[in-house]
């Protein structure tokens, strides 16, 4: 059965940072593309990360101060997020694909950045 499972959401201040976690099970871990989504209330989903292998690519709305990497013994994915601001309030999305489209996703976990 495959699982995503976000952890690390929460409260915080503009400015802040938060590292997101995202432990899969159930699924050649290492074989696939793992990917970070957010959706915010009243918005389309966005795309935020994705990772394959050891390549990274970023929106442009987050390039610079969010950063995803992967720990494939633990079957983790993290997203570190930095200089958090009001309009990265969402709740965030890891995904998993081998192909296209994403086939696996997480139940999300809530982030909320005050002002």
């Known amino acids: 059965q495959v699982q995503l499972v976000e952890s690390g959401g929460g409260l915080v201040q503009a400015g802040d940072s938060l590292r997101l976690s995202c432990a899969a099970s159930?699924?050649?871990?290492?074989?696939?593309?793992l990917g970070w989504f957010r959706q915010a209330p009243g918005k389309e989903r966005e795309f935020l990360a994705h990772?394959?292998?050891?390549?990274?690519t970023y929106a442009d709305s987050v390039k610079g101060r969010f950063t995803i990497s992967r720990d494939n013994a633990k079957n983790t994915v993290y997203l570190q997020m930095n200089s958090l601001n009001p309009e990265d309030t969402a709740i965030y999305y890891c995904?998993?694909?081998?192909?296209?489209?994403?086939?696996?996703w997480g139940q999300g976990t809530q982030v909320t950045v005050s002002s």
């Open positions: 995904a998993a694909r081998s192909g296209t489209p994403y086939a696996y």
């Open positions: 159930g699924f050649t871990f290492s074989m696939y593309t």
């Open positions: 990772i394959r292998w050891g390549n990274t």
